[in-house]
């Protein structure tokens, strides 16, 4: 019996998440109560306070859970290493492209947090934390690109490239876009940043 504790209460803990992933991609943030995310997961709404303390702690762990284990952790492990650094890029934005498509709910959940932490220290500095994490992935494939870059540039360069993606979800929200994020326009996008490194990288060895 204490065996299988562990598990129900993993289960328990990944439903309350899911559920609070749709509710929060749905209805928004302030709108899902712990008390519907509490029936949509079949789990008593106490339960929600034992793993979470906190809406505020339930929101930054449902987004780290999207954004960097199923979303980018998820993204490095289908990326196949012998490719070269340019395709290995492209397939890592194909992969956020799709994620994104698939799961329609994270721009909702992501707008939520944005919004939140605006007055909201605690979720604001939790919310830095997770651009950093992201930022570190990024950086990751960077360096395998081959580019000319010292470590504050490839910061920069990473930081360009997540505005370019939370740039174009802002200007085609899911209810009224059938594309909410194109492939195209983001190879594109990164495609002339990298342009741009290269002549800069050129014109330094002149």
């Known amino acids: 019996m204490t065996k299988t504790q562990p598990s129900n209460q993993d289960e328990r803990r990944s439903a309350i998440m899911q559920a609070a992933f749709t509710l929060f991609g749905q209805v928004g943030y302030t709108k899902a109560t712990m008390k519907d995310i509490a029936a949509k997961a079949g789990v008593a709404q106490g339960l929600i306070g034992y793993h979470f303390s906190t809406k505020e702690t339930l929101l930054v762990?449902?987004?780290?859970?999207?954004?960097?284990?199923?979303?980018?952790?998820?993204?490095?492990?289908?990326?196949?290493?012998?490719?070269?650094?340019?395709?290995?890029?492209?397939?890592?934005?194909?992969?956020?492209?799709?994620?994104?498509?698939?799961?329609?709910?994270?721009?909702t959940l992501l707008i939520s947090l944005?919004?939140?932490?605006?007055?909201?220290?605690?979720?604001?500095?939790?919310?830095?934390?997770?651009?950093?994490?992201?930022?570190?992935?990024?950086?990751?494939?960077?360096?395998?690109?081959?580019l000319q870059l010292n470590q504050s540039e490839k910061e920069n360069f990473a930081a360009l490239i997540q505005a370019v993606f939370d740039g174009l979800m802002l200007q085609a929200p899911v209810p009224l876009s059938p594309e909410p994020l194109s492939y195209e326009q983001?190879?594109?996008?990164?495609?002339?940043?990298?342009?741009?490194?290269?002549?800069?990288?050129?014109?330094?060895?002149?």
């Open 61 to 107: 762990e449902v987004v780290r859970e999207w954004m960097i284990n199923q979303g980018m952790k998820a993204a490095f492990a289908k990326l196949d290493l012998h490719l070269s650094p340019a395709e290995l890029l492209q397939q890592g934005l194909r992969h956020v492209v799709e994620f994104r498509k698939e799961n329609p709910e994270w721009f």
């Open 114 to 146: 944005w919004t939140e932490s605006v007055n909201n220290e605690k979720l604001a500095k939790e919310l830095l934390e997770l651009y950093k994490e992201m930022k570190s992935g990024i950086i990751e494939i960077i360096d395998r690109m081959e």
């Open 186 to 206: 983001v190879s594109q996008g990164i495609g002339w940043m990298l342009d741009g490194i290269r002549s800069a990288a050129q014109e330094k060895g002149e």
